[in-house]
């Protein structure tokens, strides 16, 4: 029979083992380096002068990544990215000031395989049209 001293160290592995196993990297879904032909980039126009872009690749006709981006027009001209979701790095997330600013990145779903893409696409594109409606101040 094991003594009180090694029971606790017994069990103390037992902890560091089930530690190792929840921290072990999981297989995240990545979309393979695409062939620009499978690159579709689709701009909407907005009443109010704002552009919804979708960027989307397809492998074998079917999604396999898409970023949808609002970008307002600048006062000194060109165009400025104000809230966007894709879904490269195995996650599905939202870039809540525009991708280039720091830490504005939140995950909202691990990506397994690409049907978790195709599935994340509709809540993606109402996400970008929300907040869009809730935040454009340029509405006419
Ligand atoms: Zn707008």
Not at 50 to 62: M, S
Request: charge should be neutral; proline fraction near 6%.
């Amino acid at each position: 029979m094991a003594r009180k001293g090694d029971r606790h160290r017994t069990a103390k592995q037992a902890k560091a083992q089930a530690a190792v196993v929840l921290a072990a990297p999981v297989d995240l879904y990545l979309a393979p380096s695409p062939h620009p032909m499978d690159v579709h980039e689709q701009p909407l126009q907005l009443p109010c002068g704002c552009r919804i872009i979708q960027r989307l690749q397809f492998e074998r006709k079917a999604l396999a990544y898409f970023a949808i981006v609002w970008v307002a027009r600048e006062p000194l001209g060109g165009w400025e990215e104000q809230y966007s979701c894709d879904t490269a790095h195995g996650y599905f997330h939202e870039h809540v000031h525009g991708h280039r600013r720091a830490r504005d990145r939140n995950d909202l779903r691990p990506l397994y395989t690409h049907v978790d893409v195709q599935e994340c696409y509709d809540e993606g594109y109402d996400l970008v049209q929300n907040r869009h409606d809730r935040d454009c101040r340029r509405e006419s």
